[in-house]
């Protein structure tokens, strides 16, 4: 079992609908979790960090973690083909700040 | 505030040679993360170094080794290089606070090509 694993996709999705991406991770240590966007050849770009159980909104992005059932989801409201990317969920242990990683959902907004 | 910043970006060595590659930190930040990204995978880390020390260390061969900076930047070095080394060479830098948050910036990588 991967430590981090995510549904490799592709996801499509019409644009203005709500994309969802899932996440699961299997240390239950686990104490910090973050969605990344990549676009194709460039760098991985921080969208959310969450730490505690619940919801957390950023603009059109909501992260959601639910430790119990270790799981971490991302929602993208009002899709946008510009969000047309991979997105890639990180999990932190705390120990020495290393970031496990998923190996992403490649994300499709349809216009 | 200047972000992370990683040079060269692209290079392209043949199998048994040395590389060098270079990150700046982001200003304020004192940790610098290493990690190896193969096409279509995720990132995978190499090593952490904060303050000048490796503070943690991933998967990789002793062949991998890395420096830090009284100014924060850093370097990572690989040896006598292998056709699987070719991949995205990422840089992240970040502040660790207590708690066991940390948010990490990513400068924009270097590709690497081994021939």
């Known amino acids: 079992q991967k430590e981090v694993e995510q549904n490799s996709g592709p996801l499509s999705v019409p644009e203005g609908a709500i994309a969802s991406l899932n996440c699961t991770y299997s240390?239950?240590?686990?104490?910090?979790f973050f969605w990344y966007r990549q676009y194709s050849g460039k760098s991985p770009e921080l969208i959310m960090s969450?730490?505690s159980n619940g919801d957390k909104e950023d603009g059109r992005f909501t992260a959601q973690l639910n430790k119990a059932s270790q799981y971490v989801s991302l929602l993208i409201r009002d899709s946008q083909p510009s969000d047309s990317a991979t997105y890639l969920c990180a999990v932190n242990r705390g120990s020495n700040y290393q970031l496990i990683w998923g190996a992403g959902t490649k994300l499709i907004i349809k216009p | 505030e200047t972000g992370v910043t990683q040079s060269p970006t692209h290079l392209i060595k043949t199998r048994g040679q040395q590389v060098t590659l270079r990150c700046s930190s982001q200003s304020g930040h004192n940790t610098v993360s290493w990690y190896q990204q193969a096409l279509g995978q995720g990132p995978q880390f190499i090593f952490q170094y904060y303050r000048e020390e490796e503070n943690g260390r991933g998967n990789f061969p002793p062949r991998f080794s890395g420096l830090q900076f009284p100014n924060y930047s850093s370097e990572l070095n690989v040896n006598a290089l292998e056709l699987d080394d070719s991949a995205l060479y990422l840089c992240?830098?970040?502040?660790?606070?207590?708690?066991?948050?940390?948010?990490?910036?990513f400068g924009p990588g270097t590709r690497l090509t081994v021939l």
């Open positions: 992240a830098s970040s502040s660790p606070q207590g708690g066991g948050s940390n948010e990490q910036f």
């Open positions: 240390d239950r240590v686990s104490q910090s």
């Open positions: 969450i730490y």
